[in-house]
């Protein structure tokens, strides 16, 4: 078995390397990961020849969920992490596993029991793969229910401009300038939504391809998007994402 571990503490990734050894001597960890950025970029190369993934969800740039909106998964997860909070949000990618730190041998060993168990329900070959592939290119949202007063609409997603976060809010702005609160974590629309179409700007912008006016180079290489609306707050792609935004916009993810 080819493992990767995405992780961004070198001694809990060393600890897990240790388990998994002492699990399975055969088991070879390809590469330890300890960023989004190292992470979208190992596994855009890489991503076949592994056969599960080790994943936290706290890294040094952001929440191992945005690893899934710059590159398709469609290898089996296992969440590590030390908060319960995003047990959710896990189940809602690839995930058969949520194991939380600090990771016993026990645990580790019950989460890859479950995977052969899965694997022996698909008998066969790749059929584990392929159901994984299934959850990975799962038809996106088409539309989210909004509240203005006592009233509810519904608004398709390809009217949406963009998401913003402020603190735990998220409102949802329209290619017409119209503003909702709605009931989802941006981490939440990164696994809802068609991400060839919208793009992870930053920790509190997720914004539509077709709701972008301009881009401009903004300083210490970071980017500044232009939306269609008017908005009271600058959108600013950060330094780690530039790379990805730039083949993003190119249609070359």
Do not use: C
């Not at 290489?221 to 990805?244: A, F, H, T, Y």
């Amino acid at each position: 078995m080819k493992v990767v571990i995405i992780e961004d503490e070198s001694l809990a990734a060393e600890k897990l390397e240790r388990y998994l050894t002492k699990y399975d001597a055969a088991i070879q960890v390809l590469a330890q990961l300890p960023s989004i950025a190292d992470s979208v970029e190992w596994l855009k190369v890489h991503q076949a020849e592994v056969d599960i993934i080790f994943m936290d969800v706290q890294l040094t740039d952001g929440l191992s969920f945005e690893i899934f909106s710059a590159v398709k998964i469609e290898k089996p997860v296992i969440f590590t992490t030390a908060h319960d909070e995003y047990a959710i949000d896990a189940f809602k990618v690839n995930s058969i596993d949520y194991i939380l730190k600090p990771i016993t041998f026990s645990d580790l060993s019950q989460a890859l029991k479950k995977m052969k168990a899965l694997e022996q329900q698909f008998s066969k070959a790749g059929a584990l793969e392929a159901a994984v592939h299934q959850v990975a290119t799962k038809r996106s949202k088409e539309r989210f229910l909004v509240r203005l007063g006592h009233h509810i609409h519904s608004v398709k997603t390809n009217e949406v401009a963009l998401f913003y976060a402020e603190g735990r809010t998220v409102f949802l702005i329209t290619q017409t300038g119209k503003k909702y609160i709605i009931d989802y974590k941006l981490e939440e629309l990164t696994s809802l939504l068609d991400m060839g179409q919208f793009f992870r700007a930053n920790r509190s912008f997720i914004v539509n391809i077709n709701a972008i006016k301009d881009v401009l180079v903004y300083s210490n290489s970071r980017l500044k998007i232009s939306p269609v609306v008017s908005i009271d707050k600058e959108m600013i792609v950060s330094r780690e994402r530039v790379g990805q935004f730039k083949e993003w916009f190119a249609g070359d993810v």
